[in-house]
């Protein structure tokens, strides 16, 4: 009887917009004692705009969007491609841009009118190791308390400007949270973006558990991290960078459009985009698991 039970629970899955590519995780699903989202797009609109920016002195706000605009316009990105866009409304022109290179988790760097420039994240600078000006840094830490992203301008190693962006939470997000705190789930929060971004969506959500500033090749460290407390452990992301923490969750969720790599990483494939059915997932393995018995 149980290979029925499970042919009916995955057909009806499907029903509500659910693949199931690995069964046993589908049945495990109801067993998770956490489930760790990603926070850009899953938790997030994941739609940036630019709703600020600073420069040093020597710059004035033109010149840094247009050079910030030549380096993202080779990035698929969601900050890159706001940037690009708030960069169009000024009408600059553009310039001469040659030899992009996105670094994972970080930015984006190209030569652009022959100096070597870099547009990314906190952990670029990081990388770069470049020194802040006062005035840029007073900048930065009023975005993130107001859970803005800083990305960072670097001009020949030189820091002179930064761009605050805003995201959204989803408005489903809310009832997500506490959906699975009555199930009795513990919620965590994955992100590449900054302590402050991240400490601040988690605060609004209710969020139990925050990694932030995660380099990519560190996602999957932080799903061991909960397995090494004994905790079965769900990851729900979309990106190319999600990928190794959904191959390594007892439970990978792959959501909305996810990119091929994600989609093939995960147990489960949520295709309506809606972070609510992480929450009809786990109901219905629990149903599915009662009717077994
Ligand atoms: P997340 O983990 O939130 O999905 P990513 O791993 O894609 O984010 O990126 C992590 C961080 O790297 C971003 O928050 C941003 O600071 C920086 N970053 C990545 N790509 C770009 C880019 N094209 N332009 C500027 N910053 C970027
Ligand atoms: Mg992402």
Redesign the pocket.
């Known amino acids: 009887a149980i290979p029925l039970v499970v042919a009916i629970n995955t057909s009806l899955a499907a029903r509500n917009g659910m693949l199931v590519r690995d069964r046993i995780a589908m049945e495990e699903a109801r067993n998770l004692d956490a489930i760790i989202f990603?926070?850009?797009?899953t938790l997030t609109e994941g739609e940036h705009g630019v709703v600020d920016m600073a420069t040093v002195d020597s710059v004035n706000e033109d010149d840094a969007f247009a050079l910030a605009a030549a380096v993202?316009s080779d990035?698929e990105?969601m900050?890159?491609r706001a940037?690009c866009e708030a960069a169009d409304e000024r009408d600059l022109t553009s310039l001469d841009t040659s030899g992009f290179e996105?670094?994972?988790?970080?930015?984006?760097r190209a030569s652009v009118d022959g100096d070597e420039v870099y547009?990314?994240?906190?952990?670029?600078l990081t990388q770069l190791d470049s020194e802040v000006p006062d005035s840029l840094q007073r900048f930065a830490d009023e975005a993130s308390q107001n859970a803005q992203?800083?990305?960072h301008l670097v001009r020949e190693g030189e820091l002179i400007a930064a761009f605050a962006m805003a995201d959204v939470i989803r408005e489903e997000s809310y009832q997500v949270v506490d959906s699975l705190h009555k199930l009795g789930i513990e919620v965590a929060m994955?992100?590449?973006?900054?302590q402050d971004v991240a400490d601040a969506v988690a605060d609004e959500l209710g969020i139990d558990t925050v990694f932030a500033e995660?380099l990519?090749e560190d996602?999957d460290k932080k799903v061991q991290e909960l397995h090494d407390q004994g905790k079965l452990v769900g990851m729900v992301g979309d990106?190319v960078?999600?990928a190794p923490a959904l191959t390594r969750a007892d439970v990978g969720i792959a959501i909305g459009s996810g990119t091929d790599v994600a989609v093939q990483s995960a147990d489960v494939i949520l295709v309506q985009n809606n972070p609510m059915d992480v929450v009809r997932l786990v109901k219905l393995s629990k149903a599915s698991y009662r009717k077994m018995q």
């Open positions: 990603d926070k850009t797009g993202e990035s990105h900050i890159a940037i996105a670094i994972k988790g970080r930015g984006v547009v990314g994240g906190p952990n670029m992203t800083v990305v994955l992100t590449g973006d900054s995660v990519p996602k990106g960078n999600d």
